[in-house]
């Protein structure tokens, strides 16, 4: 079943894979629900479990000053590192509200699962809608943790595993109207200097505000989202997602058809944005 969502965000109901393909040729995201839901990782993982089966691994958690992400200058230059620690201390600072050294805050993301957290994979079930491996990215915020705007290369199955994320989605129109920071030193150009939330119309005439859909994605649901859309998430609670990130190939430029006419207008302004990632 397929239904209208308030802000035109199609939601359907455990599609069949035909059912998927007919939708993803439209080049719009859309929500998929009674899937993950199904999956003991949106039963079982709970800290408790996490940290009995994965307390001791090392992961790479992204450090970051309170109004840091506000200022928008992650997109200009990366002044706080990544930070490395043991999954049990990132929670047990994360989620007992410790002030940190310098009133740090830290968000755990894109963590690649397969990789860093193995024993978590039979918790899910790979969604079956393309035919090829997808790379999993494991998120674990809590409520106003933030990814800027940006967009990825990949197609991308957001999954709600807890809690819940408010998301901003803009379809891709000129590259430059969503005033990406163009051959500046460090800076990534799949980030957008717009921060969504605040809108400045003055320093971003050409952004295109009025395009905005917005969902709040529940736990148990999945978002698809299309190579190139731009997007803005903001954790609402404390919450866990995980990204299936499928690479385009050559045959989704003629089934999607937008993307041929998109990736040449980016590659007209950067060369590097479409062979260059690192992470989100
Ligand atoms: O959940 C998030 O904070 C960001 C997810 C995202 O942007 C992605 O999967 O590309």
């Given at each position: 079943?397929?239904?209208?969502?308030?802000?035109?965000?199609?939601?359907?109901?455990?599609?069949?894979?035909?059912?998927?393909?007919?939708?993803?040729?439209?080049?719009?995201?859309?929500?998929?629900?009674?899937?993950?839901?199904?999956?003991?990782?949106?039963?079982?993982?709970?800290?408790?479990y996490l940290i009995?089966?994965?307390?001791?691994?090392?992961?790479?958690?992204?450090?970051?000053?309170?109004?840091?992400?506000?200022?928008?200058?992650?997109?200009?230059?990366?002044?706080?590192?990544?930070?490395?620690?043991?999954?049990?201390?990132?929670?047990?600072?994360?989620?007992?509200?410790?002030?940190t050294e310098n009133?740090?805050?830290?968000?755990?993301?894109?963590?690649?699962?397969?990789?860093?957290?193995?024993?978590?994979?039979?918790?899910?079930?790979?969604?079956?809608?393309?035919?090829?491996?997808?790379k999993i990215n494991?998120?674990?915020?809590?409520?106003?943790?933030?990814?800027?705007?940006?967009?990825?290369?990949?197609?991308?199955?957001?999954?709600?595993?807890?809690?819940?994320?408010?998301?901003?989605?803009?379809?891709?129109?000129?590259?430059?109207?969503?005033?990406?920071?163009?051959?500046?030193?460090?800076?990534?150009?799949?980030?957008?200097?717009?921060?969504?939330?605040?809108?400045?119309?003055?320093?971003?005439?050409?952004?295109?505000?009025?395009?905005?859909?917005?969902?709040?994605?529940?736990?148990?649901?999945?978002?698809?989202?299309?190579?190139?859309?731009?997007?803005?998430?903001?954790?609402?609670?404390?919450?866990?997602?995980?990204?299936?990130?499928?690479?385009?190939?050559?045959?989704?430029?003629?089934?999607?058809?937008?993307?041929?006419?998109?990736?040449?207008?980016?590659?007209?302004?950067?060369?590097?944005?479409?062979?260059?990632?690192?992470?989100?």
């Open positions: 079943m397929v239904v209208k969502n308030s802000d035109s965000i199609l939601k359907i109901t455990n599609p069949s894979r035909k059912k998927f393909v007919e939708l993803w040729k439209q080049y719009q995201p859309f929500l998929i629900d009674s899937v993950a839901e199904n999956w003991n990782a949106c039963k079982n993982w709970s800290n408790d009995k089966k994965c307390g001791n691994h090392t992961i790479r958690v992204l450090c970051y000053a309170e109004n840091y992400l506000n200022n928008y200058q992650y997109v200009y230059d990366k002044t706080y590192p990544d930070t490395f620690m043991k999954f049990k201390e990132y929670v047990d600072i994360k989620f007992s509200e410790k002030k009133s740090l805050r830290y968000y755990m993301c894109a963590v690649d699962l397969e990789k860093f957290f193995p024993e978590l994979t039979v918790d899910i079930n790979y969604p079956e809608y393309f035919s090829r491996k997808p494991f998120w674990f915020g809590s409520c106003g943790n933030t990814t800027t705007l940006h967009f990825d290369r990949e197609h991308n199955i957001l999954a709600q595993i807890r809690g819940r994320k408010r998301i901003l989605l803009y379809p891709p129109s000129n590259y430059l109207s969503f005033y990406p920071p163009n051959g500046e030193r460090g800076a990534l150009e799949y980030c957008s200097k717009v921060d969504p939330l605040n809108s400045n119309l003055e320093l971003f005439p050409k952004f295109p505000w009025q395009q905005k859909k917005e969902i709040i994605l529940q736990a148990g649901e999945m978002l698809y989202i299309p190579p190139f859309w731009w997007h803005h998430v903001t954790g609402v609670d404390e919450n866990i997602s995980l990204s299936f990130w499928y690479d385009i190939n050559i045959g989704d430029w003629f089934r999607q058809k937008r993307i041929f006419s998109i990736i040449l207008n980016i590659l007209h302004h950067s060369k590097t944005v479409l062979f260059t990632h690192d992470g989100s």
